[in-house]
């Protein structure tokens, strides 16, 4: 089958659901990528910024969640929870990181901490293993940084070949 095939498919489909292409778009997720390379950002911040801000994650869902699971009996499924959320803070910890350094690139002394202290965390919970992708990430954007700083200390001089 041919990709044109797919496509006809698909807008066929969602003419007969009444469905626009943004809306498609919104449901598929792909809305926000769209608008951020069509070099309208303020789209972006506009559809998701409330969503993604982070006081919003600091609500008390999770932990009333895991009281109620508790108060019912239901500890396994507490612990399998628990244990689930904790992976992906640890994930988002490390994946946010790697934002962080890349923000701050021209700041050695923010860096080499973010550095320092991610690194802890990675090794302390194996994390290669748990998700390698997002350790490969985070490995990738400090060896940017670091050669960046060392790029800068060549030019200036302070390092030599």
């Known amino acids: 089958m041919s990709s044109l095939r797919i496509a006809e498919n698909i807008m066929k ?3 007969q659901m009444g469905i626009t292409q ?3 778009a919104n449901f598929l ?3 926000a990528s769209a608008d ?3 070099g309208r950002p303020q789209a972006v911040i506009d559809g998701i910024e409330d969503l993604l801000n982070p006081s919003r994650a600091m609500n008390q869902s999770e932990g009333i969640l895991l009281q109620a699971y ?3 009996g ?3 499924k507490a612990d399998t929870f628990t244990q689930a959320s904790m992976y992906l803070h640890l994930l988002l910890l490390v ?3 790697t934002s962080f350094l890349m923000q701050h690139m021209q700041q050695r002394e923010v ?3 973010t550095i320092q202290r991610t690194d802890v965390l990675i090794e302390t919970y194996h994390m290669e293993k748990l998700n390698p992708n997002v350790v490969a990430g985070y490995d990738y954007q400090v060896a940017a940084y670091k050669r960046s700083s060392y790029w800068k200390l060549f030019k200036t001089g302070r390092i030599t070949c």
């Open 29 to 31: 997720g792909v809305k």
């Open 95 to 97: 994946a946010d990181s």
């Open 111 to 113: 860096c080499e901490e």
């Open 36 to 38: 951020l390379m069509c």
């Open 74 to 76: 239901e500890v396994e």
């Open 13 to 15: 489909l969602r003419k």
């Open 70 to 72: 508790l108060m019912n």
């Open 22 to 24: 943004e809306e498609l």
